[in-house]
């Protein structure tokens, strides 16, 4: 985890709201500067990598605050957590006027400028990915639909973000919790096998 009191930790933290509300191409070195209050030659000092690593340590930064969130959201019950997991981005959008995006999500898409930001996020969604499923798996999900559940929260919700903020409305990540739910319970460990759900409707 960053160190929150340093001026090191400051850029980070500002260049992660940054990446968040512009994305990766669209955070300069000197907005990032400017927000921390920082001088400019603090840069190679703090980064001897330069923006590519500031810009890859501030994605790690956003993916470690926001997978304490989610770490402790996957530990309800899962027709608990998957709204409380939504509500983790859903509070983002609300209290910034839909100018927060997810700054893992922004850093997965910069991989022709930054691509060093792009590995950050690959990592952190893998991470994500496995905290969700191994959550699953102790609710007796199978593994095949334990990853595939997992990987459709992620979809999902991070989808859902973009809609909200190019809508100005939280109504898509609403909606898809609601799937979210239904298709846990679909393929949750209480589910019909399909040979079986094919019986039962013909009878």
Do not use: K
Not at 69 to 96: E, F, H, K, M, T
Not at 122 to 140: N, P, T, V, Y
């Amino acid at each position: 985890m960053v160190d929150t009191t340093s001026p090191r930790a400051a850029m980070v933290r500002c260049a992660t709201d940054l990446i968040s509300r512009n994305g990766v191409a669209g955070t300069s070195i000197g907005a990032v500067l400017q927000a921390a209050g920082a001088a400019r030659g603090s840069v190679y000092y703090h980064f001897p990598g330069g923006r590519a690593q500031l810009m890859a340590e501030a994605v790690r930064h956003g993916g470690e605050v926001l997978g304490a969130d989610l770490n402790r959201a996957r530990r309800l019950p899962v027709q608990s957590a998957i709204p409380a997991i939504a509500g983790i981005w859903r509070a983002r959008l609300l209290d910034s006027d839909f100018a927060l995006g997810c700054p893992v999500a922004a850093g997965a898409q910069a991989r022709g400028t930054d691509p060093e930001a792009t590995d950050a996020a690959e990592e952190i969604f893998l991470q994500w990915g496995h905290l969700l499923s191994a959550r699953f798996r102790e609710e007796d999900y199978d593994d095949r639909r334990a990853d595939e559940l997992a990987d459709a929260i992620l979809v999902g919700i991070e989808g859902a973000v973009i809609l909200c903020r190019a809508r100005r409305s939280i109504d898509a990540l609403d909606r898809i919790v609601i799937d979210l739910q239904d298709l846990a319970r679909r393929g949750g460990p209480d589910r019909l096998d399909t040979d079986d759900e094919i019986r039962q409707h013909r009878i």
